[in-house]
């Protein structure tokens, strides 16, 4: 059996997965824990890898490896290949007016024309900005800038010198300043974003990005890699695609804690208003990606109010009659990002004294969670991406309720996927394409087995949440 090993390095921890290189099952697996914050001096990554490969019985036996990592995060390194400062990782948001001030120089549009996205803090870009505007000393040490999963790559490599740096289209897409579609870095954005010239901008490295099954090189023999070749890696939500399997047309909707719509499409979106984000995915396709901030929080709020677990949740939920008895819950709990409202707060109306139940209740939160992640849905749709299918993952999923009433909400067809490390599978898919080669990754049959549901579309539902929020939205902003 030849055995490759795939790494998820997110925000939270670090997975790694031990699998059979012609199935895809899973052999052997270790996790250890990230640090909490916004920022995070890449050693801890490093650090978390190494007790992750041990609690997963060491890679000595693998034959090659690849590293999902969570996006956007900025690594930057010195002359000496020295970290400057700890990695702000994609949730710190102090480069928001940095996001802002990008913005306004150029235009949403212009941004969304050249790289594919409309900025948001989240992306390296900004950060470089916020770098070069309140820490002039380390941007002027800066010599390389990655990513967190370039930098383990790099590291499981043996840290050779700068120029040893690599990437992969996924990963850059999403850094502001790299255009998935031409595989080019705008070297003008960067060095705008360092408020440096072009000459100076060039000298500064970055990793050179890989094809979808290109190998990076041999791993370092020290960590026991003996020939294990080394593969270009992935973000993290490419990873995910390709660890689900998803080809052209099809979509994870993902409900953790915020919510992630992603497609796989064969051309890419350019969205200047920013619903969209134009990532790329890892097989040579994009990655077109909405995000909610509103998630299984939406769930988890219901469950606390009506005080009931999550089981008993989707039980009332299920007994309500679709439309929740003219009950509209719009989500935005916490704010939103799609719609991009981050000072809206949840609303329920449609309430009288008679429809006003717990099984309505639990409806209407079931159905505006649904109808929140439908918006991302349509955004896609309208960015020309086909939807032909949904592959629904994330702890929400497990709700009865929710995988019952989203084909209708959604308007296709949606799979829920066994619960898995689906980024960790993607990373060690693509180690074994390494090995394998060709124009395809190898197709695993040990992974994403599916309950399929289906169910008769509920356009209605939509319309009415569809009012309620546009009404919402209107009374949001500035006279």
Known sequence: MVLVAGVDSSTQSCKVVIVDAETGAIVREGAAAHPDGTECHPDAWWAAFQAAAEAAGGLGDVAAISVGGQQHGMVLLDAAGDVVRPAQLWNDTKSAQAASDLTDELGSAYWASATGLALVASFTITKLRWVADHEPENAARIAAVCLPHDWLTWKIRGAAGLDALVTDRSDASGTGYFDAESGQYRRDLFARALRIDEDAAARIVLPRALGPAESAGMGDPSLGLGDAQVGPGCG?????ALGLGLGVGEVSVSVGTSGVVAAVSATPTR??????AGFAD??????????????ARILDTACR????????????????????????LV?????ERT?????????LTGMTSTNLTRE?????????????LAVGLDAQRDEGVRVAGVKLIGGAARSQAVR??????????????????????????QAAWVLAGGDEPPAWSAVAASESVEGAKQPELRDRYDAVAARLADWGRPG
Do not use: Q
């Open 360 to 372: 309505n209740y639990a409806r209407a939160a079931v159905e505006g969670l649904l109808c929140l």
């Open 331 to 335: 989500p935005h709990l916490d704010g």
């Open 339 to 347: 719609p991009n409202l981050p000072d809206a707060t949840g609303t």
């Open 305 to 328: 109010v009506l005080g009931v677990d999550h089981d008993e949740l989707s039980r009332l939920a299920l007994a309500a009659a679709p439309g929740a008895g003219g009950l509209v």
């Open 271 to 276: 969205d200047p208003s920013g619903v969209v």
């Open 282 to 295: 890892a097989t040579g396709h994009y990655l077109p990606l909405t995000c909610t901030i509103n998630g």
């Open 236 to 240: 993290d939500n490419a990873g995910a």
């Open 404 to 429: 019952a009433l989203a084909p209708g909400i959604f308007g296709v067809g949606v799979e829920t996927p066994e619960p898995a490390e689906y980024v960790a599978l993607g990373a060690a898919r």
